[in-house]
């Protein structure tokens, strides 16, 4: 057996090196450098200068900072919970047997495969103040529209607004996966009882439902934090910062003023705020996820 | 038209999902339920499609059309000349050549690398094994955001910057994909290679002969996954790429609305963004079985 074994070894890795080369040299590799250079100041030109945790103190210092970080946070708990509420009735609504409900599934899902930048400079005129579309309908009932992208006021709901348009349909479809997994036998049985249709939401399918909206919150979450595109497209992070998230601050502050360490530092509080909300949400999930023990 | 329709993967047949009916219910009133649902689904629909079609419509106008208010829904003309002044300003074929290499042959490679990976993490036993599996989970949970200064630093050392080289080659390993292909791989019964292994087959013969050709669905939702990521990324290349002949498409549809800030010419804009849009919507409508058992799988498996 031992013949088989070295063989077994020898092939294990033989298949794997490619792949693991790959990762080692760009996944683990650049968060090694990560850590370096949080403790470094660099201008990309020069040798890197050690300087302790001072990125860590000039970012509590820094208004822009905290300002782009609290864009991020309005933006993904505005967007996010928004996004899944609609989605669970548009699930609910695809879930019917009717005619014509296939074809409705993919219109919802185009939205989601098509580019963010594309859809992001659709939209960008689409909240145009003078020639836009949102305008023009609100002056039907005599309302006067405000300057979507330029007002600060509405900017970052503008972005909500188009994001979501994007995002249901990924939130819809998960949905829909799951409503179709629960076991018709338990909506029969509740029939039985003599549930009506709330009932049979409110006990049956909400309950079984709950890993879904799990995971699709900490997944949402995760990928809101790191929003980009639509923000360097429709606003280019303005007015006045007002729809600059965190990411793209770091990408200014790496590419445009050449703070490598700064901006490495800022993406690190990027990472352990992702990584904390995630954790928080694993930690409250036993309340009110069903079957969160059992499937661990 | 084609389906999406998530029933594939589900153990359950989807025909006597609930309808809403009660035990009092009727057919008339499961009808009524219906035309509402029809109502509203209609109605968000359109809200789905518009920007589409404004999308669209916008393409074909003058210039001195989309400037006017009230807005003009249908161009007075359909101006299929705004595709080729597009042509004349900036390279499209250029772009589109650049993406379509880009996201092929990272995608290539990704197939390539990932079912390797994955075969080996689910097929062959040897020590350290799960280790670096761990390793690779744990990969998966940083964002990109978070690595893309020292993966912009890497490739200056390698002398990437402004080549497609550094599009591709980080590209071409997936710690995703090879988590994909693992557990796909995993649920292959371990018979059908024991057969091959008394007659003798080494590792790479099973591979190739017995675990890829039953891999054809995984292979699939991988390759138009990657795909679309390739096509549709936007800050890597934003990142590592400066010279208007290697910009992908993305980037060279964002350069040219910001060309000109006052006064962008949106009839062509749109006309470019159409160009970009329509393949991958294509390639989506397409393969969607594959696409959706994708997101179903990755999701289902995640949330348990």
């Known amino acids: 057996m031992t013949g088989r074994r070295r063989r077994n070894l020898i092939a294990g890795y033989a298949f794997l090196i490619p792949n693991l080369l790959g990762v080692l040299a760009f996944s683990l590799f650049p968060i090694a450098t990560t850590i370096y250079l949080t403790f470094h100041e660099w201008n990309l030109s020069d040798t890197p200068v050690f300087n302790g ?112 348009w994007k995002g249901i349909g990924y939130a819809m479809l998960i949905f829909l996966a799951g409503l179709q997994g629960i076991p018709p036998e338990l909506l029969d049985a509740a029939t039985v009882d003599g549930a009506n249709g709330w009932r049979k939401l409110r006990h049956v399918k909400v309950p079984l439902l709950t890993p879904t909206i799990f995971f699709i919150l900490t997944t949402s979450f995760i990928g809101a934090f790191q929003a980009f595109d639509q923000f360097m497209i429709m606003t280019r992070g303005g007015p006045a910062f007002a729809t600059t998230p965190l990411v793209l601050y770091i990408y200014q502050n790496g590419f445009a003023y050449f703070k490598m360490g700064y901006a490495t530092s800022m993406a690190a509080i990027l990472f352990l705020c992702i990584l904390g909300i995630t954790l928080f949400q694993w930690s409250v999930a036993r309340r009110w996820v069903y079957g969160f023990d059992m499937d661990n | ?52 079609l404004w999308m669209v419509l916008m393409s074909f106008k003058s210039l001195d059309e989309v400037y006017t208010f009230p807005p003009q829904v249908l161009p007075s003309q359909f101006l299929f000349s705004n595709y080729g002044e597009v042509w004349d300003q900036v390279p499209v074929a250029r772009f589109f050549s650049n993406s379509a290499t880009v996201a092929i042959s990272a995608t290539l490679g990704v197939l390539l690398t990932s079912s390797l990976g994955g075969y080996s993490f689910a097929r062959i036993d040897y020590p350290g094994r799960n280790t670096i599996f761990l390793l690779y989970l744990s990969t998966m949970m940083i964002p990109f955001a978070v690595i893309m200064i020292p993966l912009f630093v890497q490739m200056r050392m390698l002398g990437w910057i402004n080549s497609l080289y550094a599009l591709i080659v980080p590209g071409l390993f997936s710690a995703w994909g090879t988590f994909l292909m693992r557990q796909f791989m995993m649920g292959i019964p371990k018979e059908l290679e024991e057969a091959a292994e008394i007659d003798g087959c080494g590792h790479f013969r099973i591979y190739s002969t017995i675990i890829m050709p039953l891999c054809k669905p995984v292979l699939a939702t991988l390759a138009i996954f990657s795909f679309m990521g390739f096509w549709n990324d936007f800050l890597w290349p934003l990142i590592v790429i400066s010279s208007r002949d290697l910009k992908t498409l993305p980037l060279g549809l964002a350069g040219f609305q910001q060309r000109v800030a006052l006064n962008t010419p949106w009839h062509l804009v749109m006309a470019l963004a159409v160009v970009s849009v329509l393949p991958i919507l294509l390639i989506f409508i397409i393969g969607q079985k594959y696409y959706v058992r994708g997101i179903v799988t990755s999701g289902l498996k995640g949330a348990a």
């Open chain 1, 53 to 164: 945790i001072q990125n860590f103190i000039l970012m509590a210092g820094d208004s822009l900072f905290w300002k782009t970080l609290g864009n991020t946070f309005y933006y993904t708990f505005v967007a996010v919970p928004v996004a899944v509420f609609l989605a669970f009735w548009l699930a609910l609504l695809l879930d019917r047997k009717m005619r014509g409900v296939l074809s409705f599934r993919v219109i919802y899902f185009l939205p989601h495969v098509t580019l963010t930048v594309a859809a992001s400079i659709i939209w960008a005129w689409i909240f145009q103040a003078e020639f836009g579309l949102i305008n023009w309908a609100l002056s039907k009932i005599n309302i006067d529209g405000p300057y979507w992208l330029t007002d600060s006021r509405w900017a970052m709901i503008s972005i909500i607004i188009m994001s979501n």
């Open chain 2, 1 to 52: 038209m084609n389906t999406i329709s998530t029933e594939a993967v589900q153990s359950q047949p989807a025909a006597s999902i609930g309808t809403g009916a009660g035990p009092m219910g009727t057919e008339r009133s499961r009808l009524m339920g219906n035309l509402g649902a029809w109502g509203l689904l209609s109605l968000g629909g359109i809200v789905m499609l518009v920007p589409f």
